[in-house]
């Protein structure tokens, strides 16, 4: 290690250390500070237990994992189906127009996304109205009804997020030597064989990444519910989530002890999933 | 080796003929049924986009009582146009101009700290390195929305809600961009390289200034576009701290919404917004985004696959 050299290691991630603290560090340490105290004096757990007893916490809790199970299991099941399809597809631009076609809706997201599934999600405008009204819905608000909510979100989270993972996977399909895929052929195996012994135990690890990834990022659940709540006056709960939960804390209640507490509980999670993999998966390590 | 290098090799030179054998019963229905699923999905992902498009050409009427996929008209286009940006003395108009602000200056300081940051992350030894670097990976891989509540409870400790401010910096915190910069460095630029330049008396500065940083213009063009569709697609954070007319598009189409009869039938304002018009605006506000989408598709692609294709 040169002396020189290393000073000069310092200088060039000063800037982003700086706001790694700011932005990353420091704010998990006073959520940290904010979930143990209040008004400043230390009340050991006290904040985590008033959550788990608010009534409306273990709802929360439900509504959210009920969707994130939906929603793994779909983007695992149907993700790795279609880039196994698309990636048998002979024809060199169908292939690549299937993958466009299923990749663009990642560059609708956030408030827009769920916007334009509020319209695709009403009967009288929806460009799926026939369907709608064959399946007994008559209005948005028949739709979004809270026992077909984990159904919806995951909808609207595959639409926008499977493409980019539909991409990944066949980038990763595109790893198989041809040879084998060849040799698997002329030994007699069919497509499906050939997937189920070949192709899928090459993408366990990319597997894993989506769903560790996806399981994070579905405790996360707040826009979806946020916008739908406001366009249906309410019908969809506006503590239908845990961030929904910790952002009424926080505004309506201004118990920001109680909202600290919610959101260290969803950051130990992301945390620890996170952790996890990157200590165990391998996925990212260069060194 | 390409496919078809490989293939003739395989089949010693004979052109394939497999496609040509007649189908089995079993796999006619094989190929029927990849087909059907093919066409499904295709029209699941992108019919909600058309429709969409040919929304803002109707009137509310007819948006409700025509087929989806009709096209109205030009002159109802613009008719729902006007009343978008004349809404609320054309807030809207300032909406996209804070996303734009706010995209594009937080990319700006991105870039400044993280090109340096993965540089020397992938190509300088020094002390801590490896702490740094293990916990961006683990930062990058937590969804940026856990850290938005703690950054509005920080914020507001620190008097910052309301501010610009308050929007950028947590923006132009960018771990992921920090990750391609330090791939990107460690596998495209060699030491040695670095290590003649030093060796012929440059400094440090210049080392990074004019040996690495000409390399980088791949890497800087990648980081600038995933930190720009992710900071336009924020909602969460500039939903808590900011307000009035500092809010994004993101934020402001939620607005929009409180003003739609069809949504709000009691709403209070007399200013009405119809369905057409909230769908332009839907469509207004990620346009930016797909034009990226639609002409770096492969760009962004080779960003996605960055973490894992060459091991």
Known sequence: MNAGQSRYGYVFVSGYTLLLLAFGLLPTLYALYLSFTRNGAFVGVDNFVRVFGDYRFLPAVMHVALYVLFWLVSLI??????????????????????????????????????????????????????????????????????????????VIAFWAGAGSWIVIMYGALNNVPVEVMEAARIDGAGPVQTAWHIQLPMLT????????????????????????AQATKNIVPEDYSLNQLAYLYAFRQNDFSGSAAISVMLLVVALGLSAIFIFRGKLFERD | MTDQTTRAIVTN?????????????????????????????????????????????????????????SFGSFDQLAANWNELFAFGSGVFTTWMGNSAFYSFTALVITLIVSVPAGYALALIEFKGRRLLLVTT???????????????????????????????ILPFSFFPFGVYLTYIYFSTAVSRDLLNAARIDGAGEVRVFAQVAMPLATPVIALVGFFSFVANWNNYFLPFLVVGGTKIPVQVGLANLLANVPAFNPTTASSIVIQLPTLALATLISVAPILLIFLFAQRFLVEGMTAGGTKE
Request: positive net charge.
């Open chain 2, 13 to 69: 030179g004979a052109p394939r003929r497999r496609e040509r054998h007649a189908l089995t019963p079993g796999q006619w229905i094989g190929r029927a049924v990849v087909v059907l699923v093919l066409l499904v999905f295709a029209a699941f992902f992108i019919l909600p986009i058309i429709w969409l498009v040919l929304a803002p050409t109707k009137t509310n009427s007819q948006l409700l009582q025509e087929g989806p996929f």
């Open chain 2, 137 to 167: 990976l683990i930062v990058m891989l937590i969804p940026n929305t856990a850290l938005v509540l703690p950054i509005f409870l920080e914020l507001s400790a620190a008097k910052l809600i309301g501010s610009p401010l308050a929007v």
């Open chain 1, 205 to 228: 690890k990319w597997i894993s990444y989506m769903g560790v990834m996806s399981l994070a990022a579905g405790t996360q659940l707040f826009v979806e519910p946020k916008i739908l």
């Open chain 1, 77 to 154: 099941v149907l993700v790795v189906v279609l880039a196994i399809v698309v990636h048998g597809i002979r024809v060199r631009w169908l292939g690549n127009t299937a993958r466009f076609l299923f990749y663009i809706p990642g560059a609708i997201a956030g408030a827009s996304s769920v916007l334009l599934w509020l319209f695709v999600l009403d009967p009288s405008v929806s460009p799926v109205s026939a369907l709608l009204h064959a399946m007994g819905y008559e209005s948005l608000i028949n739709v979004v009804a809270v026992g077909n909510l984990p159904v919806v979100f995951t």
